[in-house]
């Protein structure tokens, strides 16, 4: 089994930083792409920002402020996120697409997410 395990959130001042890190682990062969989401209360999960081999994309809200980044070595995805707005409080999730052996084809896997909390 494939578990990624987020970590990094917390509760941050408006204009403020925070990095979020996940890693994945267990039975992995080969990562393809890796990707941050969100969700607020109530509202439905969106993308963020994805990273693959040697391209990042974003979406229009974070471009400029979030940086998408991973470490192989590590199997592990960052997400910096700066100049935070107020009146944020969602759970980010990490993703990321793995193959447990050479025979098999990729799927999703999904971390347990971690709280983002920038008071209003």
């Known amino acids: 089994q494939v578990q990624l395990v987020e970590s990094g959130g917390g509760l941050v001042q408006p204009g403020g930083s925070l990095r979020l890190s996940c890693v994945a682990s267990?039975?992995?062969?080969?990562?393809?792409?890796m990707g941050w989401y969100r969700q607020a209360p109530g509202k439905q999960r969106e993308w963020v920002a994805t990273?693959?081999?040697?391209?990042?994309m974003y979406t229009d809200s974070v471009k400029g402020r979030f940086t998408i980044s991973r470490d192989n070595a590590k199997n592990t995805v960052y997400l910096q996120m700066n100049s935070l707005t107020p009146g944020v409080t969602d759970v980010y999730y990490c993703?990321?697409?793995?193959?447990?052996?050479?025979?098999?084809?990729?799927?999703?896997?999904w971390g347990q997410g971690t709280q983002v909390t920038v008071p209003a």
């Open positions: 993703s990321a697409s793995v193959a447990q052996s050479g025979s098999n084809g990729r799927r999703a896997y």
């Open positions: 267990g039975t992995i062969f080969s990562i393809g792409a």
């Open positions: 990273i693959g081999s040697a391209t990042t």
